[in-house]
């Protein structure tokens, strides 16, 4: 049975990032370009599933009770009010969950039979929200997936650290999954007015070429309009459509959706990804700043 459908991880072993902001406004804008998007929901505090209008699975069928073979996946998928875009709520039996299995045998390919399900058929694009750890979920999520997107928000301590998660993920496509390609960096919470936003998003551009990674050209903006949305429970593409952070997010989903066919997916998914020059040179710059000031 040939899967129709396209796998996006998206991941960041940072929190703060703007990770389930991008999932839940990415699957809105998807579905706004006629692209129908299953969300699932991996992370134990559900933000992705409040986010998109629901309460978090205390009861009945969601991502924990798949796991725990209590239900399929076409019996844990759920319909939301945005427009193409359903969901396979989260849980926090998911937390409990993922340290059980940590260690456990097989960890690696908790979605793989995800690939061949019939509840899938139907689906353009899934999408996984991840929790900012490389736990079972993460791992499953990135075997089973043909892409990965990572979530960066331009300041210090995000940054820092970045080149240890894609030395996993190279260990990952090595042993489980020789597929998996970056889709691409996506620079968050942006605020142009910031002298260190501007300065660390320029480190990470002009690094992409050396690091072997891609970055994407539109950039998500910080703006209060998310913060409004999320109060509502709703993604701001289809909570104020015409404010800019919404806009942003459709040019975003317009320039993502040529990528995810194979023949335009990025070729540098052979050659290893490196964050390692960009993050030495922040290092080195704040360093150098810190010693600066303190002699003065």
């Excluded at 129709?4 to 703060?16: D, F, Q, S």
């Excluded at 839940?24 to 370009?33: H, S, W």
């Excluded at 409040?50 to 009861?59: V, Y």
Aim: with cysteine.
């Amino acid at each position: 049975m040939k899967r129709k459908c396209t796998m996006i991880t998206v991941a960041n072993l940072k929190g703060g990032v703007g990770k389930t902001t991008a999932v839940i406004n990415l699957a809105a804008a998807l579905g706004q370009l006629g692209k129908k998007v299953l969300v699932v929901d991996l992370d134990f505090q559900g933000n992705a599933t409040t986010g998109l209008g629901q309460a978090r699975g205390e009861h009945g069928s969601n991502i924990f009770s798949v796991l725990n073979g209590k239900n399929t996946v076409a019996e844990a998928i759920n319909e939301t009010e945005v427009k193409n875009v359903d969901l396979v709520g989260g849980h926090r039996g998911l937390l409990d969950y993922a340290k059980s299995r940590n260690s456990a045998l097989g960890r690696e390919y908790l979605f793989e039979n995800w690939r061949d399900d019939k509840a899938l058929l139907g689906y353009d694009v899934v999408i996984f929200d991840t929790h900012p750890d490389m736990d079972c979920l993460t791992l499953s999520a990135l075997v089973a997936s043909d892409f990965y997107l990572v979530p960066l928000f331009a300041e210090l301590d995000p940054i820092v650290g970045l080149t240890d998660m894609f030395l996993q993920i190279e260990t990952i496509k090595k042993r489980y999954n020789k597929n998996l390609s970056l889709l691409g960096v996506l620079v968050t919470k942006f605020d142009k007015a910031e002298a260190t936003h501007r300065k660390l998003e320029a480190k990470i551009r002009s690094g992409a070429k050396r690091g072997n990674y891609t970055v994407f050209k539109n950039v998500i903006p910080a703006s209060k309009r998310l913060s409004s949305s999320k109060l509502m429970a709703r993604p701001v593409v289809t909570f104020e459509p015409t404010s800019q952070v919404a806009k942003d997010f459709v040019a975003l989903a317009k320039e993502m959706i040529p990528k995810l066919k194979p023949k335009t997916a990025t070729t540098k998914a052979e050659k290893a990804i490196s964050f390692a020059a960009v993050e030495e040179q922040v290092l080195a710059e704040a360093s150098a700043e810190a010693a600066a000031q303190e002699l003065i």
